[in-house]
T-cell receptor, first 115, second 111 residues
Framework: AQSVAQPEDQVNVAEGNPLTVKCTYS??????LFWYVQYPNRGLQFLLK??????LVKGSYGFEAEFNKSQTSFHLKKPSALVSDSALYFC?????????????FGAGTTVTVRA | SQTIHQWPATLVQPVGSPLSLECTVE??????LYWYRQAAGRGLQLLFY??????ISSEVPQNLSASRPQDRQFILSSKKLLLSDSGFYLC??????????FGPGTRLTVL
C-alpha cells in the first residue's frame, strides 16, 4: 500500500521569505516521489521528482525538495517565495514494489504568498 | 514534445443527460492514461486508468465509464448524469518516467 500526507492545509508566507510545504509518505518498498502545482481552474503542473540518487532534487521555478528516508519525508522548498507562487501544491508517491503505475496524491496544500 | 488535450473546457448538463469527455495525447506512443476527478479544488480521485487500447481499470464503482478506442485517446462517459458527478475532470498520461502529465481539465456542472 502507498499513501501520502500533507499535514498543512494552508501555508502563508511573505514574499522574499523561504517557503516550505511538507509531505510525508508511506510505502512497502522504495518510493518514487513527485511534487505538482495547480493554479486555479488549471491542470496540475509537474515540478520535480525523486527516483534515486542525490537526496536534494531541483525542479522548475526555483523549487527543490529533500528526500529523507529515515523521516519518510519529501518536503518542497523555495529559498525566496514570489507572489506568483501562490497556488495549490500536491505531493504524490508511487511504491516501486507495486505492479501498476498509479500515483497516490496528498490532499493538497494551499500556498499564499503576500506582497 | 508531448501535449495533452481535453475538451470541452467547461460543460453544463442537466441531471439524467449523457456525458462524453475526450482526452488525446500527442507526441508519444503507448502511454498510460488516467482519468481523475477533483472536487472543490482539493484532492484528486483516480477514476480509471489504462495501459493499452481496450484495457480499462476502474478504481471507484460509480456512474461513469471509460474507453480507449485508440492508443492516444481516452474517453470518459456516462449514460445518465447525477448531481454528484459535478467536478473538475483531469486526464493525465505517463510514460516510462513514472511522472504523470496532466491536461487542462474539464469543469462539469450538473444542474
Amino acid at each position: 500500500a502507498q499513501s501520502v500526507a500533507q499535514p498543512e492545509d494552508q501555508v502563508n508566507v511573505a514574499e522574499g521569505n523561504p517557503l516550505t510545504v511538507k509531505c510525508t509518505y508511506s510505502v512497502s518498498g522504495n518510493p518514487y516521489l513527485f511534487w505538482y502545482v495547480q493554479y486555479p481552474n488549471r491542470g496540475l503542473q509537474f515540478l520535480l521528482k525523486y527516483i534515486t540518487g542525490d537526496n536534494l532534487v531541483k525542479g522548475s521555478y526555483g523549487f527543490e525538495a529533500e528526500f529523507n528516508k529515515s523521516q519518510t519525508s519529501f518536503h518542497l522548498k523555495k529559498p525566496s517565495a514570489l507572489v506568483s507562487d501562490s497556488a495549490l501544491y500536491f505531493c504524490a508517491v508511487r511504491d516501486l514494489s507495486s505492479n501498476d503505475y498509479k500515483l497516490s496524491f496528498g490532499a493538497g496544500t494551499t500556498v499564499t504568498v503576500r506582497a | 514534445s508531448q501535449t495533452i488535450h481535453q475538451w470541452p473546457a467547461t460543460l453544463v448538463q442537466p441531471v439524467g443527460s449523457p456525458l462524453s469527455l475526450e482526452c488525446t495525447v500527442e507526441g508519444t506512443s503507448n502511454p498510460n492514461l488516467y482519468w481523475y476527478r477533483q472536487a472543490a479544488g482539493r484532492g484528486l480521485q483516480l477514476l480509471f486508468y489504462s495501459v493499452g487500447i481496450g484495457q480499462i481499470s476502474s478504481e471507484v464503482p460509480q456512474n461513469l465509464s471509460a474507453s480507449r478506442p485508440q492508443d492516444r485517446q481516452f474517453i470518459l462517459s456516462s449514460k445518465k448524469l447525477l448531481l454528484s458527478d459535478s467536478g473538475f475532470y483531469l486526464c493525465a498520461w505517463s510514460g516510462t518516467g513514472n511522472e504523470q502529465f496532466f491536461g487542462p481539465g474539464t469543469r462539469l456542472t450538473v444542474l
